[in-house]
C-alpha cells in the first residue's frame, strides 16, 4: 500500500491505497464520487474524464498514486453553492443528453475546450470532444451546448 | 480490468530511476506518461512486479534550445509540445504530427519518450524524428550516457536501441528553422492509429525544393526515412507532376503489415498518395 494525498473537488484526502488502483477506481469506491463513470475500460470513450490540476484527463488511465500532491476536479465538483456550472446549465437547456452516460465526460472536456479556447467554433467544439463517445450519436445538440455556455461564460466575464 | 499487482517507485531523479532499474531488472517496467502502458497493465498484456514512475523527475521535463539543437526532455507531454513556440518554430513537422497524436485528454498526459520508446510502428513521433535526424539521449548505470541517432533508435516491433537498465533522458533535434512541414495521416475514424502517415519537412528555394526530409508511419516494424526519395525530390519544382514522379518509388523496399485495416499492398499504395500531399502541403503548393 502507498500513501497518497489529493484534493479531490476542494477538499483533501489521505488514503492508503493499491499502486495498482486507477484514479478513476479511486474516485467511485474510496470517495464515492460515482459521478465519474467508467465507460470502455480501454482508455478511448472519454466518460472517466476528470481535471488533474485543471487540465483533462482519462481517469482510467492515471494511477491514484500519480495524483499524490495533486488536485482533482470531478463533475461533482464543477457546481458551485448549489448553481450548476454554465457547460452544465447549457447541457440541460440544450438537451445535450440522451441516455447521459458520456455527459461527466462531455462535461469535463468541454470544460477544458473552453478554457483554451473561450470562443471554438463549431469545428474546434467537435475536435476538442474528439476523445469522447456519445453511443447515443447525439453529438448535435452537445456541441450547441458547449456553442450556448461558451456565449454564457463570456457574457458572465464581461459583467463581472 | 485493473492492473496485475505491482510495487510502484517514484524516483526523483534520473540517477535514482537508473538505480532502480539496475535494482529490479526485467522484473520492472517505466511508466512515463502511460497512455499505452496503463492500457496494457489493465489488459494484462503486461504484469512487471515493479513499476517505475518518471513523472516526479524535474529534469526530465520542458523544452530548450541549445545552438542549433532543441533539447526536448522525454517527459515533456504531447501537450507542451504543442505549446512550444521552439519546437513550432524550429521542428514544424513535430509539431504537426503531434496534433494528430489520439485526443486532448492523451496529449495531456502522453509523452514524446514515452511513445519513442514503446516504439509502435503505427506511433505517429517516430517518423517527424527520423525526418529531422533527431538524436537519442539514453542514459545508464553509473552516470553513463550515450547518444544514438534516430536511425538506429528503432530496432523492431516495439524495439529500441535503449536497452536492460537504461533510461531514454533527452531528445536533440537539429533546427530546421523555416522549413515548411506536413503530417499526412490516414486513419477511418477519429483519434485512430495511423493506417499509414507521412512527416514531410522541406526547405524551399524560389519555388523549388532545396531539400526535403521524409519519414513513414506504419510501413513497417519500425518507422522509416524515405532517403531516395529525398534525394529524388532535390531540385524539382514543387508541381504536382514533378513531386508525383520524384516519390513513386517511397514504398520500395518496404514492408508494411496486412491487417482489418488494409493489407501490403494498400498501404503501398498509400503510401505513395500520402507522400505527395504531405511533400506538396509542407512546400506550401
Known amino acids: 500500500m502507498t500513501r497518497i494525498n489529493v484534493t479531490v473537488d476542494g477538499v483533501s484526502y489521505s488514503d492508503e491505497v493499491e499502486p495498482r488502483t486507477l484514479l478513476v477506481q479511486y474516485l467511485r469506491e474510496s470517495l464515492g464520487k460515482t459521478g465519474t463513470v467508467v465507460g470502455c475500460d480501454t482508455s478511448n470513450c472519454g466518460a472517466c474524464t476528470v481535471h488533474l490540476d485543471g487540465t483533462s484527463v482519462k481517469s482510467c488511465n492515471v494511477l491514484a498514486v500519480q495524483a499524490d500532491g495533486h488536485e482533482v476536479t470531478t463533475i461533482e465538483g464543477l457546481a458551485t453553492d448549489g448553481e450548476l456550472h454554465p457547460v452544465q446549465q447549457a447541457f440541460h437547456e440544450c438537451h445535450a443528453l440522451q441516455c447521459g452516460y458520456c455527459t461527466p465526460g462531455m462535461i469535463m472536456q468541454a470544460c477544458d475546450v473552453l478554457k483554451h479556447n473561450p470562443d471554438p467554433s463549431e469545428q474546434e467544439i467537435r475536435e476538442g470532444l474528439e476523445g469522447n463517445l456519445c453511443r447515443c450519436t447525439g453529438y448535435h445538440n452537445i456541441v450547441k451546448a458547449v456553442q450556448q455556455a461558451a456565449g454564457a461564460m463570456s457574457s458572465q466575464a464581461v459583467s463581472s | ?285
Do not use: C
Request: glycine residues 10%; without cysteine.
Open chain 2, 1 to 285: 480490468m485493473i492492473p496485475a499487482q505491482f510495487d510502484y517507485v517514484a524516483p526523483s531523479s534520473v540517477e535514482e530511476a537508473v538505480a532502480a532499474l539496475a535494482e529490479h531488472g526485467d522484473e520492472a517496467k517505466v511508466l512515463a506518461g502511460g497512455q499505452s502502458l496503463l492500457p496494457i497493465l489493465r489488459m494484462r498484456l503486461n504484469a512487471p512486479s515493479v513499476v517505475i514512475d518518471l513523472g516526479r523527475i524535474a529534469e526530465l521535463q520542458g523544452v530548450s534550445e541549445e545552438g542549433d539543437h532543441l533539447v526536448i526532455g522525454a517527459m515533456t507531454t504531447y501537450a507542451a509540445l504543442l505549446d512550444s513556440e521552439a519546437v513550432n518554430t524550429h521542428a514544424a513537422v513535430l509539431n504537426k504530427a503531434i496534433h494528430t497524436v489520439a485526443d486532448p485528454q492523451i496529449r495531456h498526459r502522453g509523452t514524446i519518450g514515452g511513445a519513442l520508446v514503446h516504439a509502435d510502428p503505427a506511433g505517429d513521433v517516430g517518423a517527424p524524428a527520423l525526418a529531422l535526424g533527431a538524436e537519442l539521449v539514453i542514459a545508464g548505470p553509473g552516470g553513463s550516457t550515450r547518444t544514438v541517432a534516430a536511425e538506429d533508435f528503432f530496432e523492431d516491433l516495439f524495439t529500441t536501441a535503449v536497452g536492460e537498465g537504461e533510461l531514454l533522458t533527452q531528445i536533440r533535434i537539429p533546427k530546421h528553422t523555416g522549413w515548411g512541414a506536413h503530417y499526412e495521416k490516414f486513419v477511418r475514424v477519429s483519434h485512430q492509429w495511423s493506417i499509414v502517415g507521412v512527416a514531410a519537412t522541406v526547405r524551399s528555394e524560389g519555388g523549388s525544393i532545396a531539400e526535403a526530409r521524409v519519414g513513414l508511419t506504419n510501413m513497417g516494424s519500425t518507422p522509416l526515412r524515405a532517403k531516395a526519395v529525398e534525394v529524388a525530390l532535390v531540385g524539382k519544382p514543387a508541381t504536382d507532376e514533378a513531386v508525383r514522379e520524384a516519390v513513386a518509388s517511397v514504398a520500395d523496399g518496404t514492408n508494411p503489415p496486412s491487417d482489418l485495416n488494409g493489407d501490403s499492398d494498400y498501404r503501398k499504395h498509400l503510401a505513395t498518395v500520402l507522400t505527395r500531399r504531405a511533400v506538396l502541403a509542407a512546400a506550401g503548393a
